[in-house]
């Protein structure tokens, strides 16, 4: 206890020291400031969209007389509110829609809609605390911890620190482990106010304490290893240690994402859409009874309805819709597949590169990783599904319109999470 | 200016005798030509396919069957957004910004599928470009070569006899500045084979000297700072901590931070609130799809009027053509209004990130490369427009079609009457109206001019660091 | 009584190089034992085994009769080592760098005994909350030489202690040897003053190339002779 005391107050007179230490507190705070900014923003965007969507369904089923009207000109808002713990690692939610506004037309055609940012916004990214924590806290744990002991030595003071000390190896421990845990003081202190601001879960804030900790554990070691025999100049273990950050946090991650990427090719996101549309607009020029033949295959609780005897109607509309999505099916899911292949493959080889590991596990924890977005998009298509469910009844039965069932129409569940 | 060359040779001399610095040099020159071409291949492929894309997309337009006009407006086209010549050196926004926009009647959408979001996205850097390396990386070679520069020679007690022989700070420096620019000069090597490469693929030399002329100014800039810093400071550990924490500031924090400040400064209201916002404009501006709704009674006065005859059946053209004509038109003025909004919420939000610029060299760069390569907002907007431009000419033109081609009396009877449907299908060579479209950057002195301001403050910081390089070499002492 | 060090046929190995060959020597307790030499002929090495840091090749060393390669623990704990030039604390005064050594070495001194180990090596009282990067090469020896004192270790290991001293300090530094063995502590230093060496030691040995190539012995009443050691130091390093 002492022997910290007297490293605490000899840490407090190393300007420098405490010059990092500050700004790790500083863009620490900074991060979580933003992210509580930008996750309550968005949080008032969707409270605002709820307001005006519902007031905007209620002017359009004023107006309507039939279910098939109804059903064409309602859109439906769905949005994924931003986890208690988004506000530290934005994640996808910088690049990917987690707000759609759907009507029971072909989803293929409006479910790929991004409602992303600016673009050169989304090109430097953010700001946010998994990137304090994942790639900036690296670089100060090295320029805080490099060379303990070889300091000390170009300083002419290592020996008589040893033979005083008696052991050197726990005074280097004692000096590092100091400065780790002041340096997870500053970075997670934010997060503590920021994880009791927004009322993260404890669970959920003590696991990323944990990550971020034994992070800059990591970092730790890789500084005393450098420095094991306290010969090396402590100016080129600094440079060893950056070149360490630059392999692990820029050349791994990008040779793992290439791996992940070029292991699960994607479908082309445009054939999606065209196979889509092809199938959608060839049902007006195809006999009607062809394309009814087709949907009733795939749905046959209907071949009983599936008659269609006027020039237009509506159920027929909606199903050729259906149909369009169905043929576009094969290539969305494997694009879906895709997606959720390369996280996966990701998140494995991820290990190999602690800041990436970190990053994406703070994403995980926050509901913001690819998975999350999947969740999503999933939520939506049963959403869609679902409201296909209430409409068919009414538009392939021929049941009269009533206008206050409307009421009860599905309403969008956000994923868990 | 032979003291000064002997120095620099003196400098490599030092830097061949490190086993670090060497494997440094290595590593950056292997590490920038393996992206260089790596980004140049990929760049390439991409512009192939989507060149091959949107040809298919007009041909898929144009070998549609006969149909009724309007059910093209409807079947739609897609453009595809080509990377300029440049984008091989800075994809700029390629990533992240949507590749393909689809056409049709009534809508203007985004467009869809970008990269990023199906990207495996592992590392806060992603795939890194050749543009992203010479902002980012490249500075922390300049920094490990350089900042022992002049520490070095204090330290071994050589600064002393070295100034006492009559060497002037003023050689020294400059010595130091050769040997530390020339490193910077060979990496600029794979920079300069991209630019060439984008010059055989199209791209004005003008432009391409400029890209590079603007990172020789980038790295000369880091140059100045590491000097600066050597000179300054006493220990070459000192040296080292201050460079590394300055590079983290400027390179890597406050990029990001300019980019949060800049959405939380300019709140985007979002595509959704916009469109739900423009559906209350809609209805009044009329159903284009119904001519008998009340918006359109002032045409129908008008064009009875005009052609003296009582009734809509009468009318030498077909009224339902010219309703989705006069719809479209109201529509579309509406729709440009809010895209208009949007691109200037969108620009503010730029121009707050533009002002971080003159305290950060990196995103100065970063910007006006971005204008230079033609892959910057501006770019994606310009995309924008001439979409919409082609959307709405090839929608007008099949609207005249609906308006010309076929009888009001065939129009109104299509849903009940199969040959009156029969009559409505026009012509499919009709379709050939669509024009052929190609993305292409905008004129080189108007990227120019999007680049200057970034510039001017990058020469600014080159002036400042020169300026005080010059205040502390001449008060260099051992 | 084991000898306070001893070191046996010690050869040490640096860098591929024989630095210590064979050497041989004890300090009795209460003795000044001086090991006198040219560059490189191998006094600080010969400490660093005292001390654990360099591992012996062949022969040993014992503190107080314990090899030292054992439990360097227990060596350091006995000894006070004042290195060559020794470098303390530069952003700290003389009171917090004593204050912060002790601690290390698991003491605690009040400031009435760090300013009478000041006194004792007469540093200036005014200069001792002044920042150790202000002192001159002097005035940091001697709060090295203090930092030794109040470890009150049986042992010192000093490493050219008188460098950088002006001649009334390394007299009084001198004085204060004498009355340190007086008390019973046992002292190596090591040196290559041959006049500061022949004032002060009980016994003299003088090394050259690594190995111990002259043994001078004071006796009762009559210090080293000056000149004998003089003449066979300058020999050697001539020969």
Partial sequence: MSALLRELRLLARDRAALALLAVALLAAAVAVASGLAEVRQQRAQLAALADADRREREAVAAQQADWGSAAYYTFHLTGAPPSAFAFAALGLREHGPWQHRVRMLALEGQIHEPDAGQPEVAVLGRFDYAFVAATLAPLLAILLLHGLAAGERAAGRHDLLVATARSGTRLWLLRAGLRIALLAVALLLPLAVGSMLEGTAGAVALVAAALVTAHLLFWALLCRWLDRDGATPPSTQLMQGVGAWLLLAVVAPAAIAAVAERRHPLPEGAAILMAQREAVNAAWDLPKAATMQAFVARHPEWAAHAEVQRPFEWKWYFAFQQVGDEAAAPLSQAHREGRAARARTAATLAWLAPPAALERQLEALAGTDATAALAYETAVRDFHASLRQWYYPRLFRDLPYAGDELAQRPTFTPPPG | MTAALRIARAEWGYWRHSRLLLAALAVFGLLLAAIAVLSAARIESEATRRAAQQQAAEQAFTTQPDRHPHRMVHYGHYVFRTPPPLAVFDPGIDAVAGQALFLEGHRQNSAAFAEAPSAAGVGAFGVPHPALAYQLLVPLLLIALGHAAFAREREAGTLAPLLAQGVRPGQLAAGKAIALGAAALAMLLPAAGLAVLAVAHGEAPAIAALQVLLYAGYLGLWVLAVLLLGALLPRRADVLGALLLAWLATALVLPRLAASHAVAAVPASGKIAADIALLEGLRNAGDGHNAADPAFDALRRQLLAQHGVERVEDLPVNFRGMVATIAEERLTALLNEAAERRMAQERAQSARLAAFAWASPTLATGIASRALAGTDLAAMHRFQREAEALRFEFVQGLNQVHAHALRYADDIQRSVDPEAERRTRVDASHWRLLRAFTFEPAAPAARRDNASAAGAALAAWLLALALGLRFAVARLRP | ?239
Avoid: W
């Fill in chain 3, 1 to 239: 009584m084991a000898p306070a060090l001893e070191a046996d046929a010690l050869t040490i190995v640096r860098g591929g190089q024989p630095a210590l060959r064979g050497v041989s020597f004890a300090v009795r307790p209460g003795e000044v034992h001086a090991l006198l030499g040219g560059n490189g002929a191998g006094k600080s090495t010969t400490l660093l085994a005292f001390l654990g840091f360099l591992a012996p090749a062949q022969g040993s060393v014992r503190v107080e009769g314990a090899d030292v390669g054992a439990d360097p623990a227990h060596a350091r704990r006995r000894i006070a080592y004042l290195p060559e030039n020794a470098a303390l604390y530069g952003h700290l005064d003389a009171y917090e760098n004593l204050g912060y050594f002790l601690g290390l070495a698991g003491l605690r001194a009040g400031r009435g005994a760090i300013d009478a180990a000041l006194d004792r090596v007469a540093l200036a009282a005014a200069a001792r909350t002044r920042r150790l990067e202000a002192y001159s090469k002097g005035m940091r020896q001697k709060v090295a030489i203090a930092l030794a004192l109040l470890r009150e270790t049986p042992i010192l290991l000093l490493d050219e202690p008188t460098s950088g001293l002006d001649p009334v300090a390394i007299d009084e530094f001198n004085r204060l040897l004498r009355e340190l063995a007086g008390a019973g502590r046992s002292v190596l230093m090591v040196t290559h003053d041959v006049y500061g060496a022949c004032q002060v030691a009980d016994r003299i040995g003088l090394l050259r190339d690594g190995a111990l190539v002259g043994r001078f012995e004071a006796t009762p009443g009559a210090r080293i002779d000056t000149e004998a050691v003089h003449a066979a130091f300058v020999a050697r390093e001539t020969a």
